[in-house]
């Protein structure tokens, strides 16, 4: 069973920059799909970043020029990182691993971005 672990959360004014990390337990992260979803309130959920088992990255029109997904298979771990950060990027973010059985999640890490 993949266990994630987030981290980096917090708060940020517009223009800043946070670096989120997920890291996973398991064997099998190096050939599964990670990425970063992220729910505010009020908002539908939204897909914020995909990085594939290869490496290929996919991003949602919102963040594409500012944030950045990669992942360290050696350490287990994906990483979002967050440049030009704006106040509607605030959310929890969760990381997910797209196991074919079943999704695993992360616990959520708030980022907010205010002034």
């Known amino acids: 069973q993949v266990q994630l672990v987030e981290s980096g959360g917090g708060l940020v004014q517009p223009g800043g920059s946070l670096r989120l990390s997920c890291a996973a337990s398991?064997?099998?992260?190096?050939?599964?799909?990670m990425g970063w979803y992220r729910q505010a309130p009020g908002v539908q959920r939204e897909l914020v970043a995909g990085i594939s088992r290869s490496g290929r990255t996919s991003y949602a029109d919102s963040v594409k020029g500012r944030f950045t997904i990669s992942r360290d298979n050696a350490k287990n771990t994906v990483y979002l990182q967050m440049n030009s950060l704006k106040p509607e990027d605030t959310a929890v973010y969760y990381c997910?691993?797209?196991?074919?059985?079943?999704?695993?999640w992360g616990q959520g890490a708030q980022v907010t971005v205010s002034s």
């Open positions: 997910y691993a797209a196991i074919p059985s079943e999704w695993a």
């Open positions: 398991g064997s099998i992260f190096s050939i599964i799909p």
